[in-house]
């Protein structure tokens, strides 16, 4: 027999669990399904990450975020993740992957997952943006020792490592690296390092690249990764530097085509922002919704738990007005 809710919500990230919130309020029969573990993308994360934003800021459900340091790390915030799923006891299947959501005649949606087939009237799409990395389309990014995720340091520690990137994460695993012990150069696009890089860590990184304890290669892109070498376009020509490994921490991307798919009409240009109604949340599909960061198609800074968590109330003021 297949399940029947008022609700779906797919992803088990913060904002699709602020989303369960708001329903559990009010009353509706939800169920979040979630790929990986509660919260995957923070799991994720590299070990020692902070949080640009205050615990505060990480809240959902009104329910406090601890933290005595001045901005939670990624420990903290599954350990609050966690709490507020033993407080809420949400109705959540984990380790189960959506694979398609259907419109069906009888205007219910037919979500189909790796496990299951259910049924619901309205489905929240809260997936996301950090599971598919963006590629730099170079000769040799297929060899394993190239990463677009970073864990941590100790992996690179004595070995010549190459971080691609000027954004927070590219800073932060430069900086853990050279910390740890190793050889570390930066590639960067760009003339500078990011103004989103955090406001503490920004000066840290910029005087380790004016003592050139970092090197760095501004205005510069790899043109090929070989097993012991990479070749870099520099604005004085291209050179070859020794290396063992490639961070090549570039951006990740929402699945746009899982979100074509169920029918949501994204923008034409390069931005390929989804259509939704900014006040309902609503897509051009009645009766489905998006929260959270995948708002933003393939613009991820614009949308973060911070000024996401609206989304929630937000989708679930319009489902009960209806
Ligand atoms: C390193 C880093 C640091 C950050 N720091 C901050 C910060 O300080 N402050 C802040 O506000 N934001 C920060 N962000 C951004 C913020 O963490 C993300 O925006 C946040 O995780 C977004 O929450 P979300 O619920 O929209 O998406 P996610 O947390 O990405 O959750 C989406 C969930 O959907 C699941 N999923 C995806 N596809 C499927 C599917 N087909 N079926 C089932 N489940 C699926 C995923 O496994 C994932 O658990 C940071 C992001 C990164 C990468």
């Not at 020692?48 to 901005?71: D, H, Q, V, W």
């Not at 090549?248 to 929402?254: D, E, F, I, N, R």
């Not at 931005?271 to 309902?280: D, F, Q, R, S, V």
Request: hydrophobic share 40%; net charge negative.
């Amino acid at each position: 027999m297949t399940h029947s809710y008022d609700l779906i919500i797919v992803g088990g990230g913060p904002i699709g669990l602020a989303c369960a919130i708001e329903a559990q309020k009010k009353n509706l029969n939800y169920l979040i399904i979630e790929k990986g573990a509660i919260v995957n993308s923070i799991f994720n994360y590299p070990l020692y990450m902070t949080f640009f934003s205050t615990a505060e800021r990480l809240e959902i459900g009104n329910i406090p975020f601890n933290c005595l340091a001045p901005k939670p790390g990624r420990q903290e915030a599954l350990e609050y993740y966690r709490n507020i799923h033993r407080y809420f006891n949400f109705n959540m299947n984990l380790f189960e992957n959506v694979n398609q959501v259907q419109k069906l005649e009888n205007s219910l949606f037919k979500v189909i997952t790796d496990k299951s087939i259910y049924e619901a009237k309205n489905v929240i799409i809260a997936t996301g943006f950090y599971d598919i990395p963006i590629e730099m389309n170079v000769k040799g990014e297929e060899l394993p020792k190239v990463r677009h995720y970073y864990k941590e340091a100790h992996e690179y520690a004595f070995r010549d490592v190459l971080v691609v990137g000027a954004n927070n994460s590219s800073v932060d695993a430069a900086l853990e690296c050279w910390r740890k012990g190793a050889n570390v150069t930066m590639v960067i696009r760009k003339t500078e390092i990011n103004n989103r890089v955090k406001y503490w860590v920004k000066p840290d990184i910029e005087n380790r690249i004016a003592e050139e304890s970092i090197k760095a290669y501004f205005e510069s892109n790899i043109t090929e990764i070989r097993e012991n070498e990479v070749e870099i376009e520099t604005p004085e020509g291209k050179i070859t530097i020794k290396n063992d490994f490639v961070l090549a921490l570039t951006g990740y991307k929402p699945d746009l085509s899982f979100l074509e798919k169920m029918g949501i009409d994204l923008s034409d240009d390069e931005l390929k922002i989804p259509t939704y109604n900014a006040e309902t949340m609503e897509t051009n599909v009645e009766g489905l919704f998006l929260a959270g960061v995948v708002c933003g198609g393939m613009q991820t800074h614009k949308w973060f738990i911070e000024n996401s968590r609206i989304h929630a109330n937000m989708i679930m003021d319009y489902i009960t007005l209806k």
